[in-house]
């Protein structure tokens, strides 16, 4: 056997311990989750039923709909219209990545009217209805579905994407201060809460995708906010990094 072939035989017998560790430790039919190599794109581990099938992702469009607003990667700054934001007293004066830290709902609706559907494609992404509405553009909603297949796709694409780097730093700041701290490590955290996906109906479910060490998680957990799964996505990714 070549050298290559074994590492390459090491490297899968690797992935499949992540997998029956992840099972393990977070057996509950509440978890769903993809684990994705972020520079191949190839999936690592996955405990996802129908994970080619679009649903609503909520605020993990709000990346992508503000790099699909921006010609030249220069994003501005704009003040939170509370009367358009989950925060009732409002986030105040926000640039980029203090946007994508706080989730702003108000931020990303005023950069949606400049939002190019065509743009989504270099991100792998079907685009929202025609016509679609601010509040569909920031994942308001059940208009605008995606499988949550591409949408960890996109990320890892995100990840080294040139103009991304506010993006990027955003979502850093997310698990130090923003909507992602309760993941209680330092990655790049992206959280939302959407239309519930499952047949046994809950108001919504919460969704994380957290980038650190080479791997990009996406996790959604039936009923509960996006805030309250960046905790199940920290505890993922501190058993995924200690098994290594
Ligand atoms: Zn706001």
């Given at each position: 056997?070549?050298?290559?072939?074994?590492?390459?035989?090491?490297?899968?017998?690797y992935?499949q311990?992540?997998?029956?560790?992840?099972?393990?430790?977070?057996?509950?039919?509440?978890?769903?989750?993809?684990?994705?190599?972020?520079?191949?794109?190839a999936?690592?581990?996955?405990r996802?039923?129908?994970a080619?099938?679009?649903?609503?992702?909520?605020?993990?469009?709000?990346?992508?709909?503000?790099?699909?607003?921006?010609?030249?990667?220069?994003?501005p700054?704009l003040?939170?219209?509370p009367?358009?934001?989950?925060?009732?007293?409002?986030?105040?004066?926000?640039?980029?990545?203090?946007?994508?830290?706080?989730?702003?709902?108000?931020?990303?609706?005023q950069?949606?009217?400049?939002?190019?559907?065509?743009?989504?494609?270099?991100?792998?992404?079907?685009?929202?209805?025609?016509?679609?509405?601010?509040?569909?553009?920031?994942g308001?909603?059940?208009e605008?579905?995606l499988?949550?297949?591409?949408?960890?796709?996109?990320?890892?694409?995100?990840?080294?994407y040139?103009?991304?780097?506010?993006?990027?730093?955003?979502?850093?700041?997310?698990?130090?201060?923003?909507?992602?701290?309760?993941?209680?490590?330092?990655?790049r955290?992206k959280?939302?809460t959407?239309?519930?996906?499952?047949?046994a109906?809950?108001?919504?479910?919460?969704?994380?995708?957290?980038?650190?060490?080479?791997y990009?998680?996406?996790?959604?957990v039936?009923?509960?906010?996006?805030a309250?799964?960046?905790?199940?996505?920290?505890?993922?990714?501190?058993?995924i990094?200690?098994g290594?």
């Amino acid at each position: 056997m070549t050298l290559a072939l074994a590492l390459l035989q090491l490297g899968t017998l690797y992935d499949q311990s992540i997998a029956k560790l992840l099972d393990r430790q977070f057996p509950s039919a509440e978890i769903s989750y993809i684990l994705l190599d972020t520079s191949t794109n190839a999936v690592i581990a996955q405990r996802w039923q129908h994970a080619d099938q679009p649903i609503p992702v909520g605020s993990l469009l709000k990346p992508f709909v503000a790099l699909a607003a921006s010609a030249n990667g220069k994003f501005p700054a704009l003040t939170c219209d509370p009367k358009q934001c989950w925060l009732q007293k409002g986030h105040g004066a926000l640039n980029m990545t203090n946007a994508i830290a706080h989730s702003c709902n108000s931020y990303f609706q005023q950069l949606a009217p400049l939002a190019n559907p065509d743009f989504l494609s270099r991100f792998g992404l079907a685009p929202p209805p025609q016509n679609a509405s601010a509040e569909t553009w920031i994942g308001l909603g059940r208009e605008w579905k995606l499988s949550p297949l591409s949408i960890a796709r996109a990320y890892s694409i995100l990840a080294s994407y040139p103009e991304a780097a506010p993006v990027l730093a955003g979502m850093l700041q997310s698990s130090q201060s923003g909507t992602g701290r309760a993941i209680a490590i330092k990655a790049r955290v992206k959280t939302g809460t959407a239309a519930c996906a499952h047949p046994a109906g809950q108001p919504g479910d919460g969704y994380v995708v957290a980038m650190v060490h080479g791997y990009t998680l996406l996790v959604q957990v039936h009923g509960v906010p996006g805030a309250t799964t960046a905790a199940t996505a920290g505890r993922m990714l501190s058993a995924i990094l200690r098994g290594k």
